[in-house]
């Protein structure tokens, strides 16, 4: 303690391979036999301390269990011994029991078959995790509810999706989401969209509108369509929002109709419906927010369809 007190602490450094506490100014060994919790490895970057750390991954809500889940041993011994044959067949039961019996609960089984579809469509729609994390988290949250009771797994996964998307302003639409679903006829689409008002309206979810911008991108790219349309989309999003058409209307649908006006006035011929499918929205809907640009900015009717 006396040495302690006669060093500043701002002088003590720690030595890990004797594991011994040093006095920089006077070379005294303060303390001695210390057990260091430093990491041995060194890390100049937060990616770097990341990859090395040795600890378990961070809790999921797109995981079953949210990640942390419990296993039953081998059939070994600790020596690395095989026991005998009715011990191992014992072994192997109890290690079959347990996997069946982890979800018990009719709610967890219905949880863990959501993360499963959320999973899967996130892939094939190459959602971004976030996107995925958040839909898992509000189907736990409309569960624990009781908001799934009585409704279709595909549709509640669908309006999750759909829900994580709008509220990080991701550019997707309903009709994508279910068409890797079983969502086909026009009742269970009015279906998903019932359950993502549901969600909504329980969750005091707070959607911000996305900007039909966030769509020009990902529709052109589909399209295979040059800069210089997608440049003259956005200026035809910009002008329509000056005009007041952008209010109470489906991006989807006006950032379309920008790509198709666009595309014509560079001499790109698509045609509606292959703009409207790559979109997710219907033909109707791109011709008519296509008038209604095309009246408001006088373009001089460049479609001939």
């Known amino acids: 303690m006396e040495k302690q007190a006669k060093c500043p602490p701002s002088k003590i450094v720690y030595d890990p391979q004797l594991g011994v506490r040093i006095c920089l100014e006077t070379g005294e060994v303060i303390e001695d036999q210390v057990i260091g919790d430093e990491a041995e490895w060194r890390a100049y970057t937060p990616d770097e301390k990341t990859r090395r750390t040795r600890v378990g991954s961070p809790l999921s809500f797109s995981k079953p269990n949210m990640g942390v889940d419990v296993y039953m041993s081998s059939y070994h011994e600790g020596s690395r011994k095989i026991r005998g044959l009715s011990r191992k067949i014992e072994g192997l039961r109890l290690q079959r029991s347990f996997r069946m019996g982890r979800a018990l609960s009719s ?19 190459e959602l971004p995790f976030q996107i995925k994390e958040e839909a898992a988290r509000l189907y736990r949250e409309a569960a624990d509810k009781g908001l799934t009771r009585g409704r279709s797994i595909e549709s509640m996964v669908a309006a999750t999706l759909y829900a994580a998307c709008r509220k990080h302003r991701y550019p997707c639409t309903l009709d994508e989401i279910s068409r890797f679903l079983r969502i086909k006829d026009i009742p269970a689409k009015r279906e998903v969209a019932r359950n993502y008002r549901l969600l909504v309206r329980n969750l005091n979810l707070e959607i911000p509108v996305i900007e039909p911008e966030r769509f020009v991108y990902r529709i052109a790219s589909a399209l295979n369509l040059p800069d210089p349309v997608v440049v003259e989309a956005i200026n ?32 790109l011929r698509k045609t509606q419906k292959e703009v409207a499918q ?6 109707v809907t791109v011709r008519n927010r296509y008038k209604e640009i095309d009246k408001a900015l006088g373009l001089g009717r460049l479609d001939e369809e």
Request: no cysteine; glycine share 8%; proline share 2%.
């Open 107 to 125: 709610l967890e089984k219905n949880i863990n078959q959501a993360l499963r579809l959320i999973d899967d469509i996130s892939a094939k729609l």
């Open 278 to 283: 790559v979109a997710g929205v219907t033909e």
């Open 236 to 267: 035809i999003v910009k002008q329509a929002r000056s005009k007041g058409l952008t209010a109470g209307k489906d991006p989807s649908g006006l950032a379309a109709a920008a790509v198709y006006l666009a595309a014509l006035k560079h001499g």
